[in-house]
């Protein structure tokens, strides 16, 4: 993803559309959610939210995209996986998996962008914690999405409240502007000094998404060419939702 992107500064026309693309992207996200147990494929996700998709005559972006072309409509990522998961109708969800669901929707020519991590039955207590740190993480970003604050406040932000549980973000994989394409400017890493980066305005809309290990920070991509697993074996977790700064409050794009 390119430093250079243009960031687009939405109107309050486009922000209700957006705000209705991350309707229906939560819709999805919550029927996955539903799923989420023991001996369900990761396929069978897939085609469930394929289903809450067409249901709304929408498609996710992420079909297709990039190099090898993406094959299905959400990720799927399970442990050690922390994105770019393939659904395949073999790998079955187990009790004590993590899973890390990332899904985007195209509505009238806007995209939202959102994931969560949740575990299939009991959880261990480590990974719990990693999922408390992941998402509070985010919330942690979010709130720094306000007029007047920098990008790297919302960086440094995420980077601070992982590390002060002990736990790592990832280098490799960030945040992004988003609207009508899923990867906009301005680029948003999960570490980043305070007081740097762009200035929030409103009508920037970012995909806030802390991507946590508990091991070590370092990833590698599998052979498939697109699942990004952590270096290490170690746990990991993703939240993320598409936020945009407004006049006031920061304005949750994916939420039902
Ligand atoms: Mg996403
Ligand atoms: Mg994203």
Known sequence: MSLERQVN??????LRTMREAGRINASVLAKVRELLQPGVTTADLNAAAEEVLKSHGCVSP????????????ITVCIND???????????????????SIDCGTVFEG???????????GEISPDATKLLEVTEAALFAGIENMRKGKRT???????Q????S??????REYTGHGVGKEMHEGPQVPNIGVAGTG???????TIAIEPMVLIGTHETRVLPDKWTVVSADGSLTAHFEHTVAVTEGDPLILTVL
């Open 9 to 14: 500064i939405k109107t309050p026309a486009e």
């Open 62 to 73: 992420f079909k297709g995209y990039g190099r090898p072309p993406y094959p299905a409509s």
């Open 81 to 99: 996986e922390m994105v770019h998961g393939i659904p395949h109708p073999k790998r079955k969800l187990k009790e004590g998996d993590i899973v």
């Open 110 to 120: 806007y995209v939202g962008d959102s994931a969560f991590t949740a575990g299939v």
């Open 152 to 158: 790297g406040d919302v960086s440094a932000a995420i």
């Open 160 to 163: 601070n409240y992982v590390e």
């Open 165 to 170: 549980h002990g736990f790592h973000v990832t």
């Open 198 to 204: 762009m200035l929030l305005r409103p009508g920037v």
